[in-house]
Each structure stands twice: as C-alpha cells, then as structure tokens.
C-alpha cells in the first residue's frame, strides 16, 4: 500500500512526500460505553490507512482519495468545506487542529486504506488519526496524544455528524503491538493488558452488510442513556448498578430502560474480561462476548439478522466467543476460536452463510499492532 500510495502522488504532485500511517481498531469488549463514561477495551491492528503529504506553501489543500479516485481542493477557513463527505474528515482535522492553536498551511496528500469499510474497524477513526498525527509532526504543533484523539471526535461531531466516543480515535493514536488497552472514558486512565492468547485466534467474520450509522440510530442510544443518567442524578450511566435501574423503572420508558440495562451490565463485563485475561481464562473472556452480543441484539438493538445468525453459528461451531464488534447495524463479528476449531468454523460460517444469505462473509485474521506514526 505504501509503494502504490507514494506512486500516485508523484504522479499527481511530485517528488518529496512523507509516509504516515495509522490503524484501525477491534475491541474486545465494552461496546457502547464509551459515551457512557464506561470502559472500553480496544487494541490496533494491522490494517488501517496510509498517506503521502507534502506541505505546498499554500492556504489550499490537494487531497486524492486513490481507492476512490476522486480529488478534492479546499481552503482552511470554516466556509471553505468541501462537498464530498470523506473529504469532511480532512477537512474537520485540519479545522479542530486550528481550534486548539496549531498553525497549519496548505498541503498535498494521497491517502488509501485496506482497513475493511463498513466492518466496523473504525476506517474513519484511522483516517482522523492520520492528517491528525501527520499535521502535528510536520507542523511542530506541540499536541499531544489524548488531544490528537480527540481532534478526531470532534471531527466527527462537528463536520460528520456522528456523536461518537473517544474509543475509535484513542486506539488508533495509542495502539500498541501485542497489547490492548483498558480505557476509562470518564477519567482517561488507560493500562496496557498483554493479549497473547496461545492456543487461540481472534477472527472477524465480516458479514458484508452496511447499515449507516449517521442520524438517528446511533444518536438516538446516546439519547436514551442521557435520559436514564437525568433521572439517576448522574453525568453518565458509568457506576449505576442494576438495583438502581430497577429503582427508577417507572419513572423511564421501556425503551430507555433495556438501553440502561445493556449498558450498565457491559460495564461489569468489561472489569470481568480484564480479570480473566490476567489469569488467562479465556473461557470467561468467550463467555462475556456472547452476554454482550445478545445484550446488543435483544436490549440495545443494535445487531442484525446476519449477525445474530453468526453469532448462533460460532456457538454451535463451538467457537469460545462470538459478539457484533463496533456500532452496529451490520458490519462483522470478532471471535475467539480455539487453534483446532478454526478451519471448521471458517468453512461452516461461510458456507451457512452462503446459503442463506447469498453471499460468503469475508475472513480478516486479527493481528494486534502499533498506532499512528511516521513510516
């Protein structure tokens, strides 16, 4: 990816660029609890998104999108938004750089990812991480980690239309090789947990089917665990327990109260996973996937029909643990598969699949990787 990146810029631009890179992410454990003030547990990947950038002395930016083959130029001014949407997350970090005192200029840019689109590995995320780290480096801006994930959430906020967590951005900024990260989104503390699970591989089984997650869907959760949080008396769901949920039920509606429910036992979760993987008890880890994925299907409803239909095949395959990774609404499930379970399952899981739904999954073997950086 980097030889055929580097190419089409001199092509287009010239000679003299410089390579940076960044992830996409998996997490293990703990969706939907980011906004939430929760924990969350993701790590990096070896897929993500590379760019060439050069600095061309001018107030305009040249970027072209090579797996899309599309250019678009525009200025640095708040007026000056381009009209393509990938183009609103340069643009965006470029904007929120600027917010926080960064003097930035002009540049020229050729971007392309192999991080799977709509698998819910936050290519997004991947792409902010990039101009953010890239823009920082080459300007000298001073910025540091935490901020730089957070230019990419409020990217997305501000110029996307997504009211997502910090989790995407983080794990793409921080990721570390052979290690996930426990965040706590309420206070930022985070802590490298080594994930080197013998005998066992991580998979995701990429349903090729998109839902959108911009409007309402996704906004419309965080709504309810706003709401659930007022009547408790708290900023955010994190620390609630099940007893006052129960206390308060009258006074919420159904809806709001299965959202709660999800989101306060994923946060028990979570603290459960990083006890078993301290003592290697992977069989504890498979198990929590599971709770949370039907917590997501059934309460929080944000699965599909292909993905419950996963999830049921990887139990019956035997597969330690199965859950929807990512927002929702389509995308891919991660999986916990026992070395000599691994071929059955793949071949069972496209086959199934194929049969019923007309199309084989796609297969992305899960490496854990470093986070953004210069190549």
């Known amino acids: 990816m980097q030889t055929k990146v580097s190419k089409k810029f001199e092509e287009l631009y010239g000679q003299g660029a410089v390579l940076f890179a960044s992830p996409g992410r998996i997490n293990l454990i703990g969706e939907h609890t980011d906004y939430n003030g929760g924990f969350v547990f993701p790590g990096a990947v070896d897929k993500g998104i590379v760019a060439a950038i050069r600095l061309n002395g001018t107030d305009k930016v040249r970027a072209y999108a090579l797996d899309l083959g599309e250019e678009a ?5 708040e007026e000056d938004k381009p009209e393509q949407s990938w183009a609103h997350y340069l643009f965006g970090v470029c904007r929120e750089v600027q917010k926080r005192g960064g003097v930035i200029g002009g540049f020229d840019t050729v971007f392309a990812g192999d991080v799977p689109l709509g698998a819910g590995m936050s290519s997004s995320a991947a792409l902010e991480s990039t101009y953010a780290f890239a823009l920082n480096d080459l ?3 001073g910025i540091d980690k935490f901020e730089l994930a957070r230019i990419g959430q409020s990217t997305e906020h501000n110029y996307c239309g997504v009211n997502c967590g910090i989790m995407d951005q983080f794990a793409s900024v921080f990721g570390k090789k052979g290690c996930l990260m426990r965040l706590d989104c309420r206070s930022m503390e985070f802590a490298y947990f080594p ?12 349903s090729r089917v998109k839902h959108a997650l911009v409007g309402s869907p996704y906004n419309d959760r965080r709504a309810s665990c706003e709401r659930v949080s007022k009547v408790l008396g708290q900023e955010f769901l994190r620390g609630a327990t099940m007893e006052q949920l129960e206390a308060i039920k009258d006074q919420i509606s159904e809806e ?9 036992g994923e946060e028990r979760r979570v603290l459960d996973v990083c006890e ?3 003592k290697g008890d992977y069989e504890t880890v498979g198990k929590r996937m599971y709770e949370t994925h ?5 309460d929080y409803e944000v699965s599909c029909e292909e993905l419950d239909f996963l999830a049921e095949v990887a139990q019956e395959c035997g597969v330690t ?5 990512g927002g929702g609404f389509g995308g891919c499930t991660i999986n916990l598969v026992k070395e000599e379970l691994y071929d059955r399952f793949i071949a069972e899981a496209k086959k199934r699949f194929a049969e019923k739904y007309g199309h084989e999954p796609k297969i992305y073997d899960v490496v854990i990787s470093d986070g953004s950086r210069r190549l």
Do not use: H, Q, T
């Open 256 to 264: 709001d109260y299965k959202r709660a429910r999800y989101v306060i």
């Open 73 to 77: 130029v525009f200025g640095l001014r």
């Open 139 to 141: 300007y000298n801006c």
């Open 321 to 325: 643990g199965s859950r929807i990774m």
């Open 294 to 298: 039907w917590g997501m299907s059934k």
């Open 195 to 206: 994930f080197d699970p013998k005998g066992y591989r991580l998979v995701l089984v990429d």
């Open 276 to 278: 078993a993987l301290e």
